[in-house]
């Protein structure tokens, strides 16, 4: 679909990895809530600084091109 939907990845983000792995799948944003209100304000820099070292670790450049990767690996 490209630029043309947005998904938002919603439920079961309680840390970076699992955020990662709905951006890879093809979410253009994620939403914690529960995780926020039993980790408190500090999750958010938690998931920040988790995702900016998983991009680092990528082979993508930007966190926009890791969108969707998953399933462009998995089309012929």
């Not at 919603?10 to 944003?29: C, K, M, P």
């Amino acid at each position: 679909m490209g630029d043309r939907l947005v998904l938002v990845g919603v439920g079961g983000i309680e840390n970076a990895e699992d955020a990662w792995q709905r951006i890879l799948a093809g979410a253009t944003l994620v939403q914690g809530y529960s995780a926020f209100i039993y980790e408190g304000p500090f999750y958010a820099r938690a998931i920040h600084k988790g995702l900016a070292a998983r991009l680092a670790a990528s082979p993508y450049a930007t966190l926009a091109e890791a969108v969707g990767a998953d399933n462009r690996k998995a089309t012929p």
